[in-house]
């Protein structure tokens, strides 16, 4: 059985294992709950390596893929059939905790309930060892309410894996990190997968997040950004398209996906968004300061020659609690 597990910055994932029948020895493959491992090194409760351990016997076991679960019954098999045991039990694991399919943001959270989107708050809480893994995982559980309830999807020991983040892709899921980060891996999978990953060094603190987002306490703020401005030089009006503006970019740019303000005068008479944005007879997706463009506004053909326009954009900013 696995009784204690950790990832050691010179040694790798370690685990504490006693065995009750037969004899491990090193060179042994074993496969404990979705990890396997290919015995390197045991070391003994005297800090002594040692080749063998037979039953009632508490080593240290060096060589597994990934930091096993405390709790976990271990068997030694052959190398290749380990291999396929973990990859199908982490296979049916997923395939067991994938219930959302939607990814959502702590900041999310509180919108959500109150728009009957999410019954539940999918977590995945990733600690540097087995008790810090399950007093956090407690204390998240108990911080359910009526319309809402916290549901620990997986707790494991060791840092954020590639694995992890899939996981939480599949199950919109958060990931709750106590004492670690997230690999090189990991990293690459999160950009890609847009999974939200909270790190720690206080479990008062990830306990304090969450409750608040389940209370509603930390709703997104809402900053615009401005990105450019162009004046209007032309005005060209087709059938059947309606007004379209020349226009020659003054400061910062011009993105098709901005919102875009008409000032005259100093006073703004419309604020709207861009149907369409060309350079010459192209289509393009932004234009940069110095060039000229063509465009059209959405429901909005009285631009006139003269006009200056305002681009912007609408920026989510994170509320960190104090």
Do not use: W
């Amino acid at each position: 059985t696995i009784i204690e597990s950790r990832l050691d910055k010179g040694r790798g994932p370690v685990a504490t294992v006693l065995v009750q029948n037969g004899t491990l020895n090193v060179g042994d493959t074993l496969v404990a709950g979705q990890q396997f491992a290919r015995v390197r090194a045991m070391i003994d409760d005297r800090g002594k390596r040692v080749s063998q351990a037979g039953p009632s016997t508490p080593v240290e076991v060096l060589g597994f893929s990934e930091v096993p679960e405390a709790g976990e019954v271990f068997v030694v098999v052959e190398e290749r059939l380990a291999r396929q045991i973990a990859q199908k039990r982490l296979a049916k694991k997923r395939e067991e905790e994938a219930r959302a399919r939607t990814k959502i943001a702590l900041e999310d959270v509180y919108r959500r309930i109150q728009e009957g989107q999410i019954k539940e708050l999918p977590l995945i809480v990733k600690a540097d060892v087995q008790g810090s893994a399950e007093a956090l995982s407690r204390a998240l559980e108990r911080l359910g309410t009526d319309e809402v309830r916290v549901n620990l999807i997986h707790t494991g020991v060791g840092a954020i894996t590639e694995t992890d983040i899939m996981l939480a892709s599949a199950s919109g899921a958060i990931i709750i990190g106590f004492n670690v980060r997230p690999d090189m891996n990991a990293r690459k999978a999160q950009e890609r997968e847009k999974v939200d990953i909270r790190l720690y060094q206080v479990i008062y603190d990830a306990i304090n997040d969450v409750k608040a987002a389940l209370s509603g306490l930390l709703e997104p703020e809402y900053r615009e950004v401005v990105t450019g401005r162009a004046e209007v030089r032309k005005i060209f009006h087709v059938s059947r398209l309606g007004t379209i503006a020349g226009c020659y970019v003054s400061e910062g740019k011009v993105s098709r996906d901005a919102g875009v303000r008409v000032i005259r005068g100093g006073v703004v008479v419309y604020t709207g968004r861009i149907s369409s944005l060309r350079r010459f007879k192209d289509d393009v997706r932004e234009v940069a300061q110095g060039f000229e463009c063509g465009l059209m506004i959405e429901n909005f053909n009285d631009i006139e020659e003269g006009d200056e326009l305002e681009f912007f954009v609408t920026e989510t900013v994170r509320r960190q609690l104090e």
